[in-house]
């Protein structure tokens, strides 16, 4: 009540999972059907790893991640095609690092920048700004700790998951040359990594669990948007405050 326009706060839907689970692909399709955007947190820190690897900065220091950070640009596309742009410190040239972000060896390296708390900080104030300034009546939000840190108050909160197995199959059907053990031993070692920082392999209280093991793309789209439009159905005198 009382809002105007201009300050109208995006409809939040934060969806964490772990790897391969399918938050990325199965967030974006859900968020195009709603006509909401999309903000994949991930690439952020993965543009960061890239960003370090650029710049010879060690990973593992703190400080230098966080000075780092303090110099570049980031700009990440939350319609349509995702493009993820980083301006190096110093530099002109808004690199376009959309796909190298992606490959084994930036997947490899990232954790390494994720399990600083500082970074984690101003990264997570940074996608709240981002959000903010979206202009947009929903943002689908995705990453690891979106459901308890990011946006603990979203009125939708999805924790998406997977067998270790599925997820493994579908990543290694996109890596050339990968083989599945391989893939999965990358997914485990990365997921270890990462849960000794946040917890994404239970739901928080509130948070609603979607399995996809056995489901197919499609079904795993419409498990999220029924969530959503559930939690509307709930909520409606606030959706309508909110809009
Ligand atoms: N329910 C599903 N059925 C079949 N394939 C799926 C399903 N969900 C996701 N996939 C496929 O699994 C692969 C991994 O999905 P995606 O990249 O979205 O996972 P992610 O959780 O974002 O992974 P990461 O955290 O490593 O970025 C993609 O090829 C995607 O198309
Ligand atoms: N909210 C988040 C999102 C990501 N991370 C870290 O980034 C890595 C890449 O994320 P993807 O979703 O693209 O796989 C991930 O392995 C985490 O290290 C994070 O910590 N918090």
Redesign the pocket.
């Known amino acids: 009540m009382g809002t105007t326009p201009e300050t109208l706060d995006p409809i939040l839907v934060a969806i964490?999972?772990p790897?391969?689970s399918g938050?990325?692909s199965v967030s974006r399709a859900a968020a195009e059907q709603m006509d909401f955007g999309i903000l994949?947190?991930?690439?952020?820190?993965?543009a960061l790893?890239w960003a370090c690897r650029e710049t010879a900065v060690d990973p593992d220091s703190e400080p230098a991640v966080l000075a780092l950070l303090d110099e570049w640009i980031y700009t990440i596309s939350l319609r349509g095609e995702q493009r993820v742009q980083v301006t190096l410190p110093g530099g002109t040239e808004a690199h376009d690092v959309s796909a190298v972000?992606?490959t084994p060896e930036i997947?490899a390296q990232?954790?390494r920048?994720?399990?600083h708390p500082d970074v984690?900080v101003r990264?997570?104030n940074m996608?709240r700004e981002i959000v903010a300034a979206s202009g947009l009546p929903g943002v689908v939000i995705?990453?690891?700790?979106?459901t308890t840190?990011?946006a603990p108050d979203a009125p939708v909160r999805i924790l998406m998951t997977a067998s270790p197995e599925v997820r493994a199959t579908r990543r290694a059907g996109e890596l050339v040359g990968e083989s599945h053990e391989q893939v999965l031993a990358d997914i485990m070692a990365?997921?270890a990594?990462?849960a000794a920082?946040?917890n994404?392999l239970t739901p928080a209280p509130g948070v609603t669990l979607i399995d996809t093991s056995d489901m197919n793309f499609g079904q795993s789209i419409q498990a999220v948007i029924d969530t959503v439009d559930e939690a509307r159905r709930a909520r409606p005198s606030n959706d309508k405050e909110q809009r």
């Open positions: 964490d999972g790897a391969g938050k990325s994949d947190t991930g690439a952020a820190y993965r790893a972000i992606r997947s990232v954790s920048i994720s399990k984690r990264l997570n996608f995705e990453g690891r700790d979106i840190v990011v990365r997921d990594k990462d920082v946040v994404f």
